[in-house]
């Protein structure tokens, strides 16, 4: 599948701020969040509606609705739950997981350390949340154990992916879809993502 890229001056604008090393925690938090939720509106474009009766003030008309309880939001610690309240503005009574995963810092892997989802993932939309990816192994082992679990149709969504992230990613799981605010130029010799953020969970938490 193609890698869905955000195109619009407000996300530039906003990228823009959230790179700048100034950035304080708290609007580097905000800025997260308010991009998480443009992200969610682009990759619910596809998503099916259910035919509805309503009563305005005026008269009874139908509607569309969709059912809630069909998707499940899946931030990968710790950094992903940093996504999280911006599609929880869009869709609050989803159902939420978790899955904790730390980087090797010499070999670059993740080690995962907890999983945590809602039942049924077979019967709902899974969307799983992490602001970077750069070598693709957090997201990569996650949806692994995400479709070892049993879900089927899995989105994933960060702020800013590297193309090496996404290369790995397509190969392993050229099935799921990839949305993000922008793609960056390169991952340097540590595994970060040039020009990048820095690190998205220290900033996100403060940190560092």
């Known amino acids: 599948m193609e890698v869905i890229k955000l195109n619009h001056p407000l996300v530039s604008h906003k ?31 596809d998503i099916k509606l259910e035919d509805v009766e309503i009563e305005t003030p005026i008269c009874k008309t139908k509607g569309k609705k969709l059912n809630e309880d069909n998707f499940a939001f899946i931030p990968i610690l710790r ?16 159902k939420i997981g978790h899955i904790g995963m730390y980087r090797n810092e010499e070999t670059l892997k993740p080690i995962p350390y907890y999983f945590k989802t809602p039942s049924n993932l077979d019967k709902r939309e899974v969307i799983v ?12 082992d996650a949806i ?15 702020i800013i992916a590297a193309p090496e992230g996404i290369k790995k990613m397509q190969e392993a799981h050229p099935d799921v879809q990839i949305y993000c605010a922008d793609i960056d130029e390169k991952l340097n010799e540590h595994g970060y993502i040039v020009p990048g953020l820095g690190d998205a969970g220290d900033r996100i938490f403060g940190t560092k």
């Open 79 to 94: 950094a992903g739950t940093g996504m999280l309240d911006g599609l929880i503005k869009v869709m609050p009574n989803a």
């Open 15 to 45: 990228l823009t701020i959230l790179r700048d090393k100034n950035t304080g925690t708290k609007e580097f938090r905000e800025i997260i969040s308010e991009l998480s939720t443009i992200i969610c509106y682009e990759a619910m474009k």
């Open 129 to 140: 949340l992490d602001p970077m990816l750069a070598t693709g192994g957090s997201g990569i």
């Open 144 to 158: 692994n154990k995400l479709k070892e679990h049993g879900a089927k149709k899995i989105k994933f969504l960060c």
